[in-house]
C-alpha cells in the first residue's frame, strides 16, 4: 500500500496495489527489496470523533439552553467549544439517527418512519441504499476504529432477528467494528433487551445488585476506547454514544429523581415561563423572541386535578433526574477522554434530543405504557396513578410523563415531537467541541444546520474525501452542509439555507430565513383528514425566532412560492407519496414489506431467547396451544418452558413446585394462575397449555387447560388479556424467562427450566378476533415505539 498521505480515498475500499518492481529467486539476493507494509490510517491530524446522541429531549429541558433540568456535563463540553441553536432534527427516531450516520435526507435513504411502519415505496422502506454508505463505513475504510453504544432503531423489522441479515445492522453493515446496545425504538433501562455485535446478551446483574442500562453502556465504551487507545494509539476512533435517555421508560435511581424533589411543584406553564427567562439571559434565543402560546389540546397545568398534581410534579422529577443521569455518564465518558490525552484531539457532537420532546405519555403520564398501547386507560385512573407515584422510574414501572411536562420542555416553541411542521419538534441544542480544531471557546452561533449536516462536517476535519464509490458502487452525494466554515466565524454566512421537513404528513420548508409549514396531526392522534384540507402558516423566522407570528394571510405569494419549493424538494428526496395511512402500514402485504413470521403454527428450540414479538407469531385475541417436548430429570420439574414479555404484561407456561403452571399477567396489576396438582415423573413428557378464548371482543379471557401427555391436569380461568401488545422490549425465551419475570412463582434470576427441552411448538387457533381492531389505534401502537 502506498504511504497513508498518497493514498487515494476517493474509491473504497482503497484498491490494493500490486508490487511491478524487480522479483528475485532467493530472498538473500541483494536486488531483493519490497516497500514496508503501511497500516492504513486516516489521513494526518484527523481527530477523534465522539457523537453523543440523546433520545427525546426538546430544546428546553438541557441547563446548557436555558432549561431546568442540571447538565453540568453538557455545559463542560460547550464551554470548550460551541453551542449550536439552530440546529435541526426529523421529528422522530429512526428517520433522525438514519440521517446523521448516513449524511442524507431521511426519505433518501428509506427512513420516512420508523422501522414499523415501513412500506415499499422508496422513501419509507426502512432499507438504506447501498449508493448511500454510512458514515462508519466510510471512517473504517480509511483507517479508523469504529463503535456504537446505545439504541439501533433503524433496522428493519423483518432483519431485527438473531439470524438476520445484518446489512443494516450496526455491526457489520452499518460499518462499525463494535456495537453494544438494543435494537429497537426503547428499553426497559433496568432489564435492557442487549446485543454486543449481533449476539444477545443478558445484563450483568439485576437492578437490586446496582444494574442499569445507562452505566453498563457507558462502562462498555470506556473500556472499549482504553482498549483500542491501548493498542492502535496512532489510530484515531469513531465513537457513536446513543443512550436510551431520555425515551421513556423513563428509569433512573430513586437518588437522582429525588434531586428534584419539589422543583417542579409549579407546573408546566411556570416552568415554561422560567425556562424562556433562563434562555434569553443566556442568550441561547434573542431578546425579541416571543414565548409561543401553549398547543392546542394541551391542558393548563390549572386545569389538572389538584390531587392528581405530586404523581405529574414526580412525573418530571424522574425526568429530570434521568436526563440529568446520562448527562453523569456521558462525563465519565468525557474524564476517561481526558485521562487517555485525547479530549483536545477529540470533535465531539452532543446531540441534545433526536426529536422534540415526546407527547406520547397521554394527558396524566402513565406508570406503564402498555395501558395505552393496549387501550386499557381505564384501569389506570387518577387513584391508581396517586397510589403508585412512589412506583415512577423504578423497576416497578415503564413510565412516561405527562403531554404537558413535553411541551414544557420544548420551550420556547410550539408543539413537540412528531410534529416536524414546527420547531418544537425538530430543534435540538447542539454541542461542538474540538479543543485542537476550534479556536472559539464557550461560544454561540446561530447559522442554521441540519442532523445530515454532521457527516460531512467530520469527513472535512478528518481531511477525508467523500467517496465516489463503496463497495463497488456509485455513491449518492451527501446532502448535508459542513458546519467546519462556521467553527471559527461567528458571523459567516449561512451555508445551509434550504431544509424541508415532513414526518406522518406533518411537513414544512425552510427557505432563506422564511418557513412554510403545514400540521397534519396531532402526536397523541391519528390523521383525520386528507392532506389538501392542511391549513398552511408562514414565518419570517429571521425576525420571528419561535413561529409565533403567522404571515400566510398578509404574504400569499411568499407562502405560495415556499410551497412550490416543499414539493420540488418532496420530489427530489422520496418524500412522495406522502403516507397518513393507518391499517394499512400494518399489513405487510399491503405495505409491501416482507414479514419474518408468517402462519398459524411456530417450532421453537432450546436456547432460542430475546425474540421479539416481530419474531413470533401472534397469540392475541384468540385461541392458542403451547405444546412442549421435554425430559424431566430425576430431581424434578421446576423453571420456564417458554414466557413471552414480563412483569409488565406477559404470559409463561413453567413448572412449579414439580407440576405444570401457567400465569397471565395484565400490565402488572393482576396475574391469573393456573396449576396443575400432579408431578411430573422424570422421564420424557410431551407437556400442553390450551388457551380457549372466550371471544366477544378484544382483551376477552377464556380458559387454560393443562395436559401432560392426553391427560388434562389442571385447568383454570383467565379474566382477561392484552389485546395489542405484551412489551417493547421484553421478548419470547425458551427454557427460562429473561429480564422481568412474568410470574410472582420465580424471580429474574434462576429461572431456568431444570430438564432438557427437544422443542416448543406454539399453535394459534383460527378463531381471531383482531378484525375488530381500531386501525386508527394501531398507528399510535406504532408511534409510542420511536
Keep these: 500500500m502506498a504511504k497513508n498521505e498518497d493514498i487515494q480515498r476517493g474509491a473504497l475500499p482503497i484498491p490494493d496495489l500490486a508490487y511491478t518492481g524487480t522479483v528475485t529467486y532467493d530472498a538473500t ?13 486516516p489521513p494526518e491530524g484527523a481527530p477523534n470523533v465522539l457523537v453523543v446522541l440523546i433520545d427525546d429531549t426538546g430544546f428546553g429541558a438541557s441547563s446548557a439552553f436555558g432549561g431546568p433540568v442540571q447538565t453540568p456535563n453538557f455545559e463542560r463540553i460547550a464551554a470548550l467549544g460551541l453551542k449550536y441553536t439552530r440546529f435541526h432534527t426529523t421529528a422522530l427516531c429512526s428517520p433522525t439517527r438514519a440521517a446523521l450516520l ?6 433518501t435513504v428509506g427512513m420516512g418512519g420508523i422501522t414499523e411502519i415501513a412500506t415499499s415505496a422508496p422513501g419509507y422502506s426502512s432499507l438504506r441504499p447501498n449508493n448511500c454508505a454510512p458514515l462508519a463505513e466510510t471512517l473504517k475504510l480509511n483507517g479508523y476504529s469504529t463503535a456504537q453504544f446505545g439504541k439501533c432503531h433503524e433496522v428493519p423489522v423483518w432483519e431485527s432477528s438473531a439470524v438476520g441479515p445484518f446489512d443494516h445492522w450496526p455491526h457489520p453493515g452499518g460499518g462499525f467494528e463494535y456495537f453494544y446496545g438494543f435494537i429497537g425504538g426503547e428499553t426497559n433501562q433496568w432489564y435492557p433487551a442487549i446485543y454486543e455485535n449481533t449476539s444477545p446478551v443478558e445484563p450483568w446483574g439485576t437492578p437490586e445488585e446496582g444494574y442499569h442500562f445507562m452505566a453498563d453502556m457507558t462502562d462498555k465504551a470506556i473500556n472499549w476506547t482504553k482498549q483500542q487507545k491501548s493498542l492502535a494509539p496512532d489510530k484515531p476512533f469513531f465513537t457513536y454514544f446513543a443512550p436510551g435517555a431520555t425515551h421513556a421508560p423513563h428509569h433512573v435511581p430513586e437518588e437522582w429523581a429525588d434531586k428534584y424533589a419539589g422543583k417542579f411543584d409549579q407546573g408546566w406553564d411556570a416552568v415554561r415561563e422560567e425556562t424562556f427567562a433562563r434562555q434569553k439571559a443566556a442568550g441561547v434565543i434573542p431578546e425579541s423572541a416571543v414565548l409561543t402560546e401553549r398547543s392546542p389540546g394541551i391542558p393548563a397545568w390549572d386545569e389538572m386535578n389538584e390531587a392528581l398534581k405530586p404523581v405529574l410534579a414526580r412525573e418530571m422529577e424522574v425526568y429530570a433526574g434521568y436526563l440529568e443521569y446520562a448527562d453523569h455518564h456521558v462525563g465519565l465518558l468525557i474524564d476517561a477522554l481526558e485521562e487517555l490525552e485525547v479530549l483536545d484531539d477529540t470533535l465531539i457532537y452532543v446531540i441534545i434530543g433526536d426529536n422534540g420532546a415526546s407527547a406520547e405519555g397521554t394527558m396524566k403520564g402513565t406508570t406503564n405504557e402498555a395501558f395505552v398501547i393496549n387501550h386499557m386507560e381505564e384501569l389506570e385512573d387518577d387513584a391508581y396513578l396517586i397510589a403508585h407515584k412512589d412506583d415512577l422510574g423504578t423497576p416497578r414501572s415503564y413510565n412516561h410523563y405527562a403531554i404537558g411536562w413535553a411541551h414544557a420542555m420544548d420551550t420556547p416553541y410550539q408543539w413537540t415531537k412528531q410534529v416536524a411542521s414546527h420547531w418544537g419538534g425538530t430543534r435540538n441544542g447542539t454541542i461542538v467541541s474540538w479543543p485542537n480544531g476550534i479556536a472559539a471557546r464557550g461560544e454561540i452561533r446561530d447559522q442554521f444546520a441540519h442532523i445530515i449536516d454532521v457527516a460531512p462536517t467530520v469527513l472535512e476535519a478528518a481531511g477525508i474525501p467523500e467517496p465516489s ?11 448535508g452542509t459542513a458546519m467546519n466554515y462556521s467553527f471559527d466565524e461567528k ?16 411537513r414544512a420548508i425552510f427557505h432563506k430565513g422564511w418557513t412554510a409549514v403545514a400540521k397534519h396531526k396531532d402526536p397523541w392522534l391519528a390523521s383525520s383528514h386528507g392532506l389538501d384540507d392542511d391549513v398552511w402558516e408562514l414565518y ?13 394571510a398578509r404574504e400569499p405569494a411568499k407562502l405560495a412560492e415556499l410551497q412550490r419549493l416543499f ?10 407519496p406522502m403516507d397518513i395511512r393507518s391499517a394499512e402500514r400494518f399489513n405487510e402485504e399491503i405495505a409491501g414489506r416482507p414479514a419474518l413470521v408468517r402462519g398459524t403454527s411456530q417450532t421453537l428450540y432450546a436456547g432460542m431467547k430475546r425474540l421479539s414479538e416481530n419474531s413470533f407469531i401472534n397469540i392475541k385475541n384468540k385461541s392458542f396451544t403451547v405444546t412442549a417436548s421435554v425430559t424431566v430429570p430425576d430431581v424434578g420439574a421446576a423453571g420456564v418452558v417458554i414466557a413471552q414479555g414480563g412483569s409488565y404484561g406477559g404470559w409463561s407456561f413453567y413448572a412449579h413446585d414439580g407440576a405444570l403452571a401457567f400465569a397471565y399477567n395484565i400490565l402488572g396489576i393482576d396475574t391469573d394462575y393456573v396449576r396443575s396438582d400432579v408431578a411430573l415423573t422424570p422421564g420424557k413428557h410431551e407437556i400442553r397449555a390450551h388457551f380457549a378464548y372466550a371471544g366477544g371482543g378484544l382483551g376477552k379471557g377464556g380458559t387454560v387447560t393443562l395436559f401432560d401427555g392426553d391427560t388434562v391436569v389442571g385447568e383454570g380461568e383467565i379474566a382477561r388479556t392484552l389485546p395489542f401488545f405484551f412489551s417493547m422490549d421484553e421478548t419470547v425465551d425458551v427454557g427460562a424467562d429473561v429480564a422481568s419475570p412474568v410470574s410472582a412463582d420465580y424471580g429474574s434470576r434462576g429461572n431456568e427450566f431444570t430438564g432438557r427441552i427437544a422443542w416448543v411448538r406454539v399453535d394459534a387457533g383460527d378463531d381471531s378476533h383482531d378484525h375488530l381492531m381500531d386501525p386508527d389505534h394501531r398507528m399510535q401502537i406504532a408511534m409510542t415505539r420511536q
Excluded: C, K
Design 540 to 552: 419570517n423566522v429571521e425576525e420571528d425566532w419561535t413561529q409565533s407570528n403567522d404571515l400566510a
Design 469 to 479: 464509490t463503496v463497495h463497488g458502487v456509485t455513491q449518492r452525494p451527501y446532502e
Design 29 to 41: 539476493d541483494p536486488d531483493t527489496h519490497y516497500p514496508p507494509i503501511e497500516r492504513l490510517l
Design 491 to 506: 458571523g459567516a454566512d449561512e451555508r445551509h439555507t434550504t431544509q424541508y421537513f415532513e414526518m406522518l404528513g406533518n
Design 567 to 576: 414539493l420540488i424538494q418532496a420530489a427530489r428526496f422520496n418524500v412522495l
Design 102 to 107: 448516513s449524511g442524507r435526507n431521511h426519505h
